[in-house]
């Protein structure tokens, strides 16, 4: 296993080209500005990114955005923002910061819009709100609130509602997906692109297939939340038809610290791991320090789901998660072929063969207010794995180092904090890890 994380660390360090030029936006600055400063800003976002070239740096305050260019010139919902190759996004400033560390964090005030039409109807609404794509290049997209898409049309025009995604290298961070729509993908589609996403809410997304997220290549994916989004068909949050080392045949997408709750879909109710889309190979992912509640499939699978068949050869891997309340006729937690899918050290409601596995009430803080930090003296505390904690591939920590095992939670505690009034029953040196999103401190309330 050592092996395989130090590969798919390797993958995921990938260099940022070092700022050019900074582009200051402010949609309540006056027309005629360069950009140069916040005094000078442009008022409109596409001004800025027809002046941004590879290494610049696009600086976003607090306001709302709406796309203008077209990428189809008699075709109005095909406005998007579209940033060049290797130019870095960056929102939420309040618009008199001098450096990037002292960003005020504005984010959900600094609003991407997709609905450029009429306010009620979604018929009108811009397909992809913002479109990063190019090969070979490295895009940062970080801080931003990506809203009200609709991407209700064919091939492209039907999928990523919020960000299509496609070829290179993509960073997306602090970012938040809202009322999305899409075939494939209501938020997010990922295609032919290696893509690590980190610290983003997911929240009230719709598609066919993949209400949250749609990948058909590797994804990384780190102390994100997954609520209340949907799909008609499959994985209301995420469905995965790619993501293999073909090297080594091994997981490749990687889930970590992420909480996924009231996400619904007929089949895969949070996740779905399928072998159709472009390139017809089956998903394979690792879910680690996960939290899968309250889930619903109408059919099977009310938190993931995979092909029930040998044919189509899924792979998903669940280390240090909880699975529990999820709803679904056939298999609440799990349904697909029992060869598909590892189950360690993770609290499993209604019981998985696997090393370290539990079949106990995790002991929420409150379920009901949808707080599923745990409680003392829950028996998910001090229960996990430490070898199956992965690498800090997204820098969690901002101290530059990836190949220490993941050190923070969703909330950025400590991942290994020991309760010296529980047991330790999980693996590794103590301080064990908690099985989970979230690392209970000791000694906090609850």
Request: proline share 5%.
């Amino acid at each position: 296993m050592k092996a395989h994380l130090t590969l798919l660390l390797a993958c995921s360090i990938i260099a940022t080209a070092s700022a050019q030029t900074i582009h200051h936006v402010d949609a309540s600055a006056a027309p005629g500005g360069n950009g140069h400063s916040w005094s000078q800003a442009f008022a409109t976002l596409d001004h800025a990114l027809d002046a941004a070239f590879n290494g610049d740096q696009v600086w976003v305050a607090a306001g709302s955005y709406k796309p203008r260019h077209r990428t189809v010139a008699n075709d109005p919902r095909s406005v998007t923002f579209s940033p060049r190759n290797g130019v870095q996004m960056y929102g939420g400033f309040a618009g008199d910061e001098a450096t990037l560390d002292a960003r005020a964090g504005l984010f959900a005030e600094t609003i991407l819009e997709g609905e450029i039409g009429h306010p009620s109807t979604i018929n009108d609404n811009a397909r992809h709100v913002v479109r990063l794509d190019g090969n070979g290049f490295f895009h940062t997209f970080d801080g931003f609130c990506v809203q009200n898409a609709n991407a209700d049309g064919s091939q492209q025009n039907g999928t990523g509602g919020g960000i299509f995604v496609q070829l290179g290298s993509k960073q997306i961070r602090n970012c938040i997906f809202r009322r999305n729509r899409a075939v494939r993908g209501g938020a997010l589609y990922v295609e032919a692109s290696i893509c690590r996403i980190q610290n983003c809410l997911f929240e009230e997304n719709l598609a066919f297939r993949g209400g949250g997220l749609f990948a058909t290549m590797q994804v990384q994916v780190a102390n994100c939340v997954f609520r209340r989004n949907g799909a008609f068909n499959t994985g209301g949050a995420i469905l995965l038809t790619q993501g293999v080392d073909y090297s080594s045949g091994l997981p490749r997408s990687i889930f970590q610290n992420c909480l996924f709750y009231s996400n619904r879909a007929r089949t895969g109710g949070a996740v779905f791991l399928s072998a159709g889309g472009v390139t017809n190979t089956p998903g394979k992912a690792v879910f680690t320090g996960c939290t899968l509640v309250a889930n619903f499939a109408a059919i099977r699978g009310g938190a993931i789901a995979t092909p029930p068949d040998f044919l189509q050869q899924c792979d998903c891997r669940v280390w240090n998660s909880i699975l529990w309340n999820n709803e679904a006729p056939e298999g609440p937690q799990y349904n697909g072929n029992a060869n598909h899918i590892e189950v360690l050290y993770s609290d499993f409601q209604g019981g998985w063969p696997g090393t370290g596995n539990i079949d106990s009430p995790p002991r929420f803080k409150n379920a009901l207010g949808h707080d599923y930090e745990l409680r003392f003296l829950s028996p998910c505390i001090d229960s996990g794995s430490n070898p199956h904690i992965m690498f800090d591939f997204c820098d969690l920590d901002n101290d530059d180092v990836f190949n220490e095992a993941t050190p923070i939670d969703l909330l950025g505690n400590p991942r290994r904090d020991d309760d010296p009034t529980i047991p330790d029953t999980g693996a590794g040196n103590a301080p064990i890890t908690d099985m989970g999103a979230y690392e209970r401190v000791s000694g906090s309330d609850g």
